[in-house]
T-cell receptor, first 112, second 114 residues
Framework: GQGVEQPDNLMSVEGTFARVNCTYSTSGFNGLSWYQQREGHAPVFLSYVVLDGLKDSGHFSTFLSRSNGYSYLLLTELQIKDSASYLCAVRVITGNTRKLIFGLGTTLQVQP | EAAVTQSPRNKVAVTGGKVTLSCNQTNNHNNMYWYRQDTGHGLRLIHYSYGAGSTEKGDIPDGYKASRPSQENFSLILELATPSQTSVYFC?????????????FGHGTKLSVL
């Protein structure tokens, strides 16, 4: 079946970095997005990747390896306000249907 | 200002009752989506729409109907609400039909069915 897996929790320290991992097993892969969701709030789009390699967007960078079904979101110079859930979403195409499959999210806690 | 707004923010309904969740977007996006989010399941797609007058079934459409009377408005209807439909519901608009489409979510509606 189609699946997107993320670790449940991640803890890091203010001023350092955090890497949020995502593995997927899908057919018809057509891109991967990352969303940030703070507690009690709506998901907010962060990044989209479809080609292999590292995409640097400043505070957030995103890596993709399609052959390994793997992506990560790298947050640098962490701030307390980066504490949130990070959702990985894989877009797949099956026939004429496009769909977005979300992972359960990784809850990042940034400690002082 | 919020571009995707949902109403109500919170709703308590009785089993067997009818519930309508409303969504309005000012992004002028063609695509709109209804998701529910539950612990252990993540975001799951219920219904979506490509434009006014169109509705399509998502991954978990049973027990739900959708209506898209205009570009701006997309409603989710629970004709006979059940406790299993207790959840947080998110509406979203999408900025394109391609693989790089970004979704813009509303603040969510917390529905409790007693």
């Amino acid at each position: 079946g189609q699946g997107v897996e993320q670790p449940d929790n991640l803890m890091s320290v203010e001023g350092t970095f955090a890497r949020v991992n995502c593995t997927y097993s899908t057919s018809g892969f057509n891109g991967l997005s990352w969303y940030q969701q703070r507690e009690g709030h709506a998901p907010v789009f962060l990044s989209y990747v479809v080609l292999d390699g590292l995409k640097d967007s400043g505070h957030f960078s995103t890596f993709l390896s399609r052959s390994n079904g793997y992506s990560y979101l790298l947050l640098t110079e962490l701030q307390i306000k980066d504490s949130a859930s990070y959702l990985c979403a894989v877009r797949v195409i099956t026939g004429n249907t496009r769909k977005l499959i979300f992972g359960l999210g990784t809850t990042l806690q940034v400690q002082p | 200002e919020a571009a995707v707004t949902q109403s109500p923010r919170n709703k308590v309904a009785v089993t067997g009752g009818k519930v309508t969740l409303s969504c309005n977007q000012t992004n002028n996006h063609n695509n709109m989506y209804w998701y529910r989010q539950d612990t252990g399941h993540g975001l799951r797609l219920i219904h979506y729409s490509y434009g006014a007058g169109s509705t399509e079934k998502g991954d978990i459409p049973d027990g739900y109907k959708a209506s898209r009377p205009s570009q701006e408005n997309f409603s989710l209807i629970l004709e006979l609400a059940t406790p299993s439909q207790t959840s947080v519901y998110f509406c979203a608009s999408g900025d394109g039909g391609g693989s790089n489409e970004r979704l813009f979510f509303g603040h969510g509606t917390k529905l409790s069915v007693l």
